[in-house]
């Protein structure tokens, strides 16, 4: 409904929340593992129970009455839902099962290519975690548009997705690029893992730029409802050219972590550079709504 700002303090409620009582139950009451996941299940359901009786007081601007016959399903709305929703899920079990097959082979190649390699999945998640904020927000802003027929706005909209993701993900490059022993040693100080950070660094900062692109892609197939490219794309992310291109370089051409580096960072390029024809194509104009 484009209200970011309450989710964002119910949110602000669970992470304050969730450090207080992991630093009690942690710390003076000696709880261990079983107080810090207590503390995690109380912080998140404070948080969802705020968030609830803020949409209840809110019901008439929200739209939905909290009667028991009002939480049925509609089948006119759920079937639409399954076609979106289900490839989403698919494209993230895809990326992420990729990433764990790969990162079990990079495993094998011994404990400094682990160790960096884990550091840059660090990198990699304050990347991601900027570039799905923008997907979402793009998302919903594209299929608004679309469904009101403004395509210029949806351009619009795309460019600046693209845009704030790539001006992000370039500083994260350059850092990466000028000071690699600096930020890995705020991980990891051991020499060898610092020492081959400067080679992880050239395929991380070619990583990062693929995200910003996916970002922009993603919230337009999600944003416009193509769920048969987006299952595609998700698909050939993460299964093909993640696991092809790191098996061809990392075992085939046998470039070892490099080689695995090196596959990841092209793979995670690949959805930009098809949704950018199929944008230039003007297909996606054509486009039926999913729910008229």
């Not at 975690?129 to 979402?136: E, P």
């Not at 704030?164 to 850092?175: D, E, N």
């Not at 993640?242 to 075992?251: A, T």
Request: hydrophobic share 55%; net charge positive.
């Amino acid at each position: 409904m484009g209200d970011s700002k309450h989710p964002f303090i119910f949110i602000a409620i669970a992470a304050v929340l969730n450090t207080l009582l992991d630093l009690l139950f942690v710390g003076p009451l000696h709880m261990e593992c079983f107080g810090a996941a207590l503390a995690t299940v109380i912080s998140q359901t404070t948080s969802f129970v705020v968030a609830l009786c803020f949409l209840y007081k809110n019901r008439a601007d929200f739209g939905f009455d909290f009667k028991l016959k009002s939480f049925r399903i509609d089948q006119q709305e759920f079937k639409p839902l399954l076609k979106m929703g289900i490839p989403i899920s698919i494209q993230s079990i895809a990326i992420s099962g990729s990433m764990l097959y790969i990162n079990a082979m990079i495993n094998q190649l011994g404990i400094v290519a682990s160790a960096a390699t884990a550091v840059g999945n660090k990198l990699v998640l304050i990347a991601t975690i900027v570039t799905n904020a923008m997907n979402a927000a793009g998302t919903s802003i594209i299929g608004q548009n679309f469904a009101a027929g403004k395509h210029k706005r949806v351009t619009e909209t795309l460019i600046g997705i693209v845009g704030i993701s790539m001006v992000f993900c370039l500083i994260l490059a350059a850092m990466i690029l000028l000071f690699p022993e600096q930020i890995f040693s705020l991980f990891d100080k051991d020499p060898e893992v610092l020492a081959i950070s400067h080679v992880y660094a050239i395929y991380g900062a070619i990583s990062f730029i693929g995200f910003a692109t996916r970002a922009g892609g993603f919230s337009l197939l999600n944003g416009i409802g193509h769920a048969s490219l987006n299952f595609f794309c998700s698909i050939l992310d993460g299964i093909v050219a993640r696991i092809g291109f790191s098996i061809l370089f990392g075992v085939v051409l046998d470039m070892g972590i490099r080689g695995f580096w090196l596959g990841g960072a092209i793979a995670g390029n690949v959805i930009g550079v098809i949704v950018f024809f199929y944008y230039i194509s003007g297909k996606w104009k054509k486009r039926k709504l999913l729910i008229t």
